[in-house]
């Protein structure tokens, strides 16, 4: 990827501390289990308090540092609201915790909020329905490999220890225009990464909180899962981008989950679109003999996967698949209890550009 984009911070402010990106908005970060080391989180002044925007994994040491970052950064006002963008582990996590000890409103999307609640329920379910292991066993996934998956437990899972999810909320949809302070912010949703993303937008402050819907580095993950086996999520991740691309001026500062603050949103934007459509163009090119979904993954991934990452590389891959069987460019049929995936758009062989993809990536990101 080869998009200009303009980091204004070098680096995240400490673990405790909170930074001015601008007049009434702060950015901090917390620890993160995986390789990405932390997520980007944000606070909002408004007349009476400070909103928190996104509230970071569950865990003993993301919960310590949040009385430490409060007393630092809010001047002796309290905490007024919580948004969570998304029902990720990492932006919901201490979500029971700070509605509990602050007593506070908070706010989340439909989709997303009830998604959250079902939180965990998904693959290490003891309830884990025969649906489930027949997606991962028409992908290619042996019965061994399945069963290791449904005995782990990852620092996502929620713990009987933890403070319950919220269990109230405030709706937020798209198109809501809510006055913070001084300022006007408009909710704008999203869907691919998650059912119904919430991005703030405040076109005055020229400023975007992305959550993970746009992130400057990595690729979100875009995910079919065994809880919805047919779902289609890549093409309302690419509808997103193109709604986004619409309504966002080129000249706003990117405050997003992961990695570091930016502007060049509009390039960014169309170096994701094109992202996945070459990461489809090799999947068609590779899939004129047909395939099963497990043997496609090195052609998107660079390293051997393993555990949890081959489960989410998995996903990923059946999600592009998915969106060319919409496209009617990819056919899939059932064979001896596999999936088998065949390209089968006539147009392909003047398409096809096997020598110029980009490369590979290492592994799926678990954002
Ligand atoms: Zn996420």
């Known amino acids: 990827m080869t998009a200009t984009l303009t980091y204004p911070y070098d680096a995240p402010p400490e673990f405790g501390t909170a930074m001015e990106v601008a007049p009434g908005v702060k950015w901090l970060k917390m620890p ?3 390789s990405l080391k932390y997520i980007n989180l944000y606070l909002i002044e408004e007349d009476d308090g400070w909103i928190i925007v996104d509230t970071g994994i569950r865990g003993d040491e993301t919960r310590d540092l949040w009385p430490k970052v409060l007393e630092q950064a809010l001047n002796g006002k309290p905490v007024s609201r919580i948004i969570c963008t998304h029902m990720h582990p990492d932006h919901t996590g201490q979500a029971g915790y700070l509605y509990e000890t602050h007593k506070v409103p908070f706010y989340m999307s439909f989709g997303e909020y009830y998604m959250a609640k079902t939180m965990g329920m998904m693959m290490m379910s003891s309830n884990a329905s025969w649906q489930m292991s027949e997606y991962f066993l028409r992908a290619g996934v042996t ?3 399945l069963d290791e998956m449904r005995d782990m437990r990852s620092s996502f899972t929620p713990a009987p220890e933890d403070i319950p999810f919220p269990g109230s909320y405030v709706r937020l949809q798209d198109g809501d225009e809510l006055t913070f302070g001084k300022y006007n912010w408009q909710i704008i949703t999203g869907n691919g990464h998650s059912p119904e993303h919430v991005c703030l937008y405040c076109p005055e402050l020229r400023i975007f909180i992305s959550g993970d819907q746009i992130l400057p580095v990595i690729t979100s993950n875009v995910s079919v899962h ?31 989950a992961h990695n570091l603050p930016f502007y060049g949103v509009q390039a960014r934007l169309q170096e994701l ?3 996945h459509e070459d990461r489809m163009l090799i999947l068609e090119e590779n899939c004129v003999e047909p395939q099963i979904a497990v043997d496609l993954l090195p052609h998107l991934f660079a390293r051997v996967l393993e555990g949890p990452t081959k489960m989410m590389a998995l996903g990923e891959c059946i999600a592009h698949l998915h969106c060319l069987m919409t496209r009617n460019r990819i056919a899939r049929t059932l064979v001896d ?4 995936y065949q390209s089968i ?15 590979p990536d290492d592994v799926p990101v678990m954002v």
């Open 32 to 34: 993160l289990p995986m």
């Open 143 to 145: 019965q061994a490999f």
């Open 345 to 359: 758009d006539p147009t392909l062989a003047t398409r096809a550009k096997p020598d110029q993809h980009e490369a």
């Open 337 to 340: 209890g596999l999936y088998m």
């Open 273 to 275: 679109i094109d992202h």
């Open 226 to 256: 065994p809880t919805e086996p047919e779902a289609n999520p890549m093409i309302g991740w690419l509808e997103s981008h193109e709604k986004l691309k619409g309504l966002l001026p080129d000249d706003l500062l990117v405050l997003p």
